[in-house]
């Protein structure tokens, strides 16, 4: 059964480093997304991409952050200077209307 | 925006009896609501999901309905079983876009 897979599972950086977290969607699927879950909270929705542009975006999502599909296959979110309150699991996901996610990235900032 | 709320937030069941968890959401253009099933170090796992033209649907043990006047769902586990431990999310979609909205979470606990 296809899934979605990202890495890595766990990432430990230093506050203002720049990150990237990777995702490979489910290979048919054109709506790709990243959510985040802080430790505690809600999953919160940060960004969806459809045929390579950007197609929504939360007020999370600022300046910080990034996407890219840079190839046929992955999917990537940037964090340009992380911040301690970026620490969370970062989650993607892929799929128009039933989307279908990845056991996530840990991120950890110190 | 949309607001999803989600109770209880925690859930202890004997394992045969049945499990409801119940949400409620703020926009009425909502269409899509999906819950997921997520298990220690793993993603969230879709397991059922209904669509705003619909009243319930049932996949086995697992059950859904939706009442839109209210806007309310709800997610109905019958005879549980000890691997259904696990937290369970409801979400909903709006009329524009795909971005989902989840509630907060329900630790369900299966005691044998």
């Known amino acids: 059964e296809p899934e979605v897979t990202q890495t890595p599972s766990h990432q430990v950086t230093q506050m203002g480093q720049e990150v990237i977290l990777r995702c490979v969607p489910i290979?048919?699927?054109?709506?790709f997304y990243w959510y985040r879950q802080i430790l505690g909270q809600k999953v919160e929705f940060l960004v969806s991409f459809y045929n390579n542009e950007i197609s929504e975006k939360s007020e999370i999502f600022d300046d910080q952050f990034s996407v890219e599909r840079p190839d046929g296959s992955n999917f990537t979110l940037k964090i340009r200077s992380t911040k301690l309150e970026d620490s969370a699991m970062y989650f993607c996901a892929s799929g128009e209307v039933e989307q279908y996610f990845g056991p996530g990235t840990r991120l950890t900032v110190t | 925006g949309e607001n999803v709320e989600q109770h209880p937030s925690t859930l202890s069941v004997q394992e045969g009896d049945s499990a409801v968890i119940k949400c409620t959401y703020s926009d009425s253009a909502s269409n899509y609501f999906p819950w997921y099933k997520q298990e220690l170090g793993k993603g969230p796992q879709l397991i059922i999901d209904i669509r705003s033209n619909v009243g319930e649907k049932k996949d086995q043990r697992i059950a859904v309905t939706l009442n839109k006047t209210a806007k309310h769902f709800s997610l109905h586990i019958t005879e549980t079983q000890p691997e259904d431990s696990a937290v369970y999310f409801c979400?909903?979609?709006?009329?524009?876009?795909?971005?989902?909205?989840f509630g907060g979470g329900t630790r369900v606990l299966v005691k044998p």
């Open positions: 979400a909903a979609r709006g009329a524009a876009g795909n971005k989902l909205t």
């Open positions: 290979s048919n699927h054109l709506y």
